[in-house]
């Protein structure tokens, strides 16, 4: 098992930045981010990777960004979160039986990881994956994160093709969900609506009720 620490500097190019914004922005977390949730989720979200002002500034996934404004509105509304907005990792916000992590640790430059660094990265969601119970729904946000969660369970990736809305059985009786990135690109250009996003956690809520 890899045990993860928010002092791992095992890709360079990352530790390297990080120290560059650590300059920039003394009051920033701006260390690889730890997962955030339920030890024992029915839920566990994948994103790709933490967001300059968002996750990199305040320390937990999706807290204090525009991507967390609809990720944290739709776990509210679906019960898995205690409230319907995220501002920084003191707000009392608490997630109901849903976890929340990264497929990339560290914010990458221009939010691009390479794939040195996904990989490098994969083996702290393999471990995750690995300690969920059987029934447990994945959602990965993006197609970095669907592969991410591919690999990590070492499935080949033609068997498993992204697209938004995509269910794909998983072994140990997980079940992996497909969802565009809720990023401010995606959600100002219309690629993703809250209908859409909130379509996909309708098939969520169904699939663990018959769990």
Known sequence: MSVFSTSCTACP?????????????PTYFAKPVPSFGAEKPRLL???????MHGANRTGRPFTGDYAGVLLYETLNKFGFASRPTSDHAQ????????RITNAVKCLPPQN???????????NYLRDELNLLDDGVAVLAL?????????????????????????????????????????SRYNTQT???????????????RAHLERS
């Open 112 to 122: 691009k990881p390479e794939p040195s660094e996904i990989k490098q990265c994969n």
């Open 142 to 182: 993006g197609q970095i994160a669907h592969k991410a969660v591919v690999s990590a369970l070492g499935l080949k990736q033609k068997d498993l093709v992204f697209g938004h809305g995509a269910v794909h059985g998983l072994p140990k009786g997980l079940t992996l969900f497909d969802s565009y990135h809720c």
């Open 13 to 25: 190019r990352l530790a390297g930045f990080l120290a560059e914004v650590r300059q920039e922005h």
């Open 45 to 51: 979200i994948v994103g790709l990777a933490p967001g």
């Open 91 to 98: 707000d009392g916000l608490e997630l109901l039986g849903c």
């Open 190 to 204: 219309y690629r993703l609506t809250p209908a859409m996003f909130h379509g996909v956690f309708e098939a969520i």
